[in-house]
């Protein structure tokens, strides 16, 4: 059984700089791809950011470009979200979410095709 447990996240100034982690247990994950997601009451679960474990590949949607980053701790089987120059429609539930995924594939911002998920951390930027 997977699990991910995430840490992170609170209040922050616009303009600010937030880092989540999600520490992943449960098996050996290599051929995985790591996601993160936020959700807002009302909302459907929107897409941040992606990251293949084995290959490294990476996907942002333009919301996040420049902004956020994503990376990896293959020995402590970790995912960062570095978020920077937050604003406050940044203001959410992160949830982070794993799939396996031999190959990095289109779908990498889809919610629906992860099989594991984080409990959830809220992020709060105020303006």
């Known amino acids: 059984q997977v699990q991910l447990v995430q840490s992170g996240g609170g209040l922050v100034q616009a303009g600010g700089s937030l880092r989540l982690s999600c520490a992943a247990s449960?098996?050996?994950?290599?051929?995985?791809?790591m996601g993160w997601f936020r959700q807002t009451p009302g909302k459907e679960r929107e897409f941040v950011a992606a990251?293949?474990?084995?290959?490294?590949?990476?996907g942002y949607p333009d919301s996040v470009k420049g902004r956020f980053t994503i990376s990896r701790d293959d020995g402590k089987n970790t995912v960062y979200l570095q978020m920077n120059s937050l604003k406050p429609e940044d203001t959410a539930v992160y949830y982070c979410?794993?799939?396996?995924?031999?190959?990095?594939?289109?779908?990498?911002?889809?919610?629906?095709?992860?099989?594991?998920w984080g409990q959830g951390t809220q992020v709060t930027v105020s303006s």
């Open positions: 979410a794993a799939k396996y995924s031999r190959l990095w594939s289109s779908d990498y911002d889809v919610p629906g095709t992860y099989d594991y």
């Open positions: 449960g098996r050996a994950f290599i051929y995985y791809t």
């Open positions: 990251i293949h474990l084995r290959g490294g590949s990476t």
